[in-house]
């Protein structure tokens, strides 16, 4: 897309992803090579299953650094800050997207425990106990594919480049 850099299409990938909004591409795809940047965007499958996913619940802003009383009751213009959105899915898992809507670099405690995601979107969840209950999670970047076992259900990030985003699926471990 004219304009906006791989950073740029990753995180509007995820955010539609994450909204269950149509994939619908404006590119030509003819000039799409499999591996290539773009294909590695377009073509990645634990996006689209976030898309996809049978529940068809939309993600819910669970987390604002320009609002903190009601994230997801406000609507922001000023694009200066980190979101995070949770979006249920239809076997328990979470999905969070932590977004750099700024086009400068942000560092700080960008974090969500799962007592305040159940808080935010529990009445969608299919098992809010599992989840509230549970010690440690599993947690999948569905960019990297890197996988890791988080204890006590605090999910962070302290930077994100400009415009960049961290998309990751958690279930109980």
Same mark, same amino acid.
């Given at each position: ?28 795809? $003819? ?8 294909? !590695?965007? /377009?073509?990645?499958?634990? %996006?689209?299953? %976030?898309? =996809?996913? +049978?529940?068809? /619940?939309?993600? $819910? ?14 609507? /922001?213009?000023?694009?200066? $800050?980190?979101?995070? %959105?949770?979006?249920?899915? +239809? ?6 997207? &932590? =977004?750099?809507? *700024? =086009? ?15 808080? *935010?979107?529990?009445? !969608? ?8 209950? +549970? ?19 605090? &999910?962070?990030? *302290? ?11 958690? *279930?109980?471990?």
């Amino acid at each position: 897309m004219n304009g906006l850099d791989d950073t740029m299409c990753r995180t509007h990938m995820a955010m539609w992803c994450m909204l269950n909004s149509p994939l619908m591409l404006g590119l030509d795809l $003819r000039r799409v090579e499999k591996g290539d940047e773009i294909y !590695n965007i /377009i073509a990645n499958k634990e %996006l689209i299953a %976030l898309n =996809q996913d +049978a529940l068809g /619940i939309q993600a $819910r802003r669970v987390f604002c650094t320009l609002e903190k009383d009601a994230p997801d009751m406000v609507y /922001i213009t000023n694009d200066d $800050r980190v979101d995070i %959105l949770a979006k249920p899915l +239809a076997n328990g898992d979470v999905a969070l997207l &932590f =977004q750099n809507l *700024s =086009q400068e670099k942000k560092e700080g405690d960008f974090s969500i425990t799962m007592e305040e995601i159940i808080k *935010s979107i529990g009445e !969608n969840m299919v098992d809010v106990d599992k989840m509230r209950n +549970a010690v440690s999670f599993a947690v999948k970047d569905l960019w990297t594919g890197e996988e890791k076992v988080v204890d006590g259900g605090k &999910f962070a990030v *302290s930077e994100l480049e400009a415009c960049d985003n961290v998309a990751l699926r958690i *279930s109980v471990k």
